[in-house]
T-cell receptor, first 115, second 113 residues
Framework: EAGVAQSPRYKIIEKRQSVAFWCNPI?????LYWYQQILGQGPKLLIQ??????VDDSQLPKDRFSAERLKGVDSTLKIQPAKLEDSAVYLC???WGGGGTDTQYFGPGTRLTVL | AQSVTQLDSHVSVSEGTPVLLRCNYS??????LFWYVQHPNKGLQLLLK??????LVKGINGFEAEFKKSETSFHLTKPSAHMSDAAEYFC???????????FGDGTTLTVKP
């Protein structure tokens, strides 16, 4: 079974530029998550989709971050414009359902450096 | 509201000795609890989870954790550390209904030969 795919693996940009990350979840998984992991901290949930609807985006900085999950499969997370404090690893995860007992399967992450 | 506190940011043990990684949680409801492991340059992987069945949970690679409601703890243990256990470990609390997960800040486990 293929795991969660993410691209790119690494990205370096200058502040005020824009950047987009892509995630392809495990086939059949209804729920998709985007997390931000700043160095030395645990992952922080940015947004959770169930199929193509948003379940939770309470911690997404909506003035600069946006995310979509078209057709309930792939997802894209965008930052525009980027700030220095956005430097982090962006993790995508998926799970079969959306309940709190489900195991989340994580991709390798995208490491973003903002200069 | 929910939160997780991992009581040690770094733990160092010798190979063959026991491992104890401590986690306390706070939750307004009956939560699910997880431990994930992150090896360098690899994705997060589930070690074990508690979802309201047996309070002593066994996971992969010889790890286990015990849910103690009275102490609001979910400590991770292993009888004998192996060099391959060196990694970052995250304790996670989750709302069983909405599925929102909150991660601790992680514990780095070092295993000395």
């Amino acid at each position: 079974e293929a795991g969660v795919a993410q691209s790119p693996r690494y990205k370096i940009i200058e502040k005020r530029q824009s950047v987009a990350f892509w995630c392809n979840p495990i086939s059949g998984h209804a729920t998709l998550y985007w997390y931000q992991q700043i160095l030395g901290q645990g992952p922080k949930l940015l947004i959770q989709f169930q199929n193509n609807g948003v379940v939770d985006d309470s911690q997404l900085p909506k003035d600069r971050f946006s995310a979509e999950r078209l057709k309930g499969v792939d997802s894209t997370l965008k930052i525009q414009p980027a700030k220095l404090e956005d430097s982090a690893v962006y993790l995508c995860a998926s799970s079969w359902g959306g309940g709190g007992t489900d195991t989340q399967y994580f991709g390798p992450g995208t490491r973003l450096t903002v200069l | 509201a929910q939160s997780v506190t991992q009581l040690d940011s770094h733990v160092s043990v010798s190979e063959g000795t026991p491992v104890l990684l401590r986690c306390n949680y706070s939750s307004s409801y009956s939560p699910s609890l997880f431990w994930y492991v992150q090896h360098p340059n690899k994705g997060l992987q589930l070690l074990l989870k508690y979802t309201s069945a047996a309070t002593l949970v066994k996971g992969i690679n010889g790890f286990e954790a015990e849910f103690k409601k009275s102490e609001t703890s979910f400590h991770l243990t292993k009888p004998s550390a192996h060099m391959s256990d060196a990694a970052e470990y995250f304790c996670v609390v989750s709302d069983r209904g909405a599925g929102k997960s909150t991660f601790g800040d992680g514990t780095t486990l070092t295993v000395k030969p």
